[in-house]
Nanobody, 124 residues
């Protein structure tokens, strides 16, 4: 089991910005690629972005390209998701997870564990 804790979710107005954090617990974060997922009530969980272990290549879903930026700080054992120009469709619970593979067409999760997530609400 790979343990990660998400934080930073909040209420933000349309067009606003927010940064989420994902902190590893009990392991070295740079050992894995990391992905961000999100899930709105009644909808399927979807991949948002991932950052690779080896070269820090990044990938984004079409809905967030140009607006979201994923990054990692290995010294702090933390991955971030910087969100800007947010819209109501970004409202969801956001989760981070460890990946064996992060590429343009395939993401492979390390295990079946999901944390509590962090709530992001975009509303005026």
């Amino acid at each position: 089991q790979v343990q990660l804790v998400e934080s930073g979710g909040d209420l933000v107005q349309p067009g606003g910005s927010l940064r989420l954090s994902c902190v590893a617990s009990g392991f070295t974060l740079d050992y894995y690629s990391i992905g961000w997922f999100r899930q709105a009530p009644g909808l399927e969980r979807e991949g948002v972005s991932c950052i690779s272990r080896d070269d820090s290549s990044t990938y984004y879903s079409d809905s967030v390209k140009g607006r979201f930026t994923i990054s990692r700080d290995n010294a702090k054992n933390t991955v971030y998701l910087q969100m800007k120009n947010m819209n109501p469709e970004d409202t969801a619970v956001y989760y981070c997870t460890a990946l064996h593979l992060c590429s343009a067409d395939r993401w492979e999760k390390v295990d079946d564990y999901w944390g509590q997530g962090t709530q992001v609400t975009v509303s005026s």
